[in-house]
């Protein structure tokens, strides 16, 4: 019993280590509106409907 609970605390703690990064970078992700393209002074696609947004 107790080795079920120790191991799914494992598998817990190895999830929430994977998905951490991924959360904290999701502020980085490209701007998805061309209004929002204009506000972070990236470059819009009308075609592809992107921004290329130049690197920090």
Do not use: H
């Not at 998805?32 to 921004?51: E, I, L, N, R």
């Amino acid at each position: 019993m107790i080795s079920k609970v120790l191991s799914g605390a494992v598998i817990a703690g190895l999830l929430m280590a994977v998905s951490a990064p991924v959360v904290a970078f999701a502020d980085d992700a490209a701007p998805k509106t061309k209004a929002d393209c204009k506000k972070a002074k990236g470059k819009w696609d009308k075609k592809a409907k992107t921004c290329a947004v130049p690197a920090k």
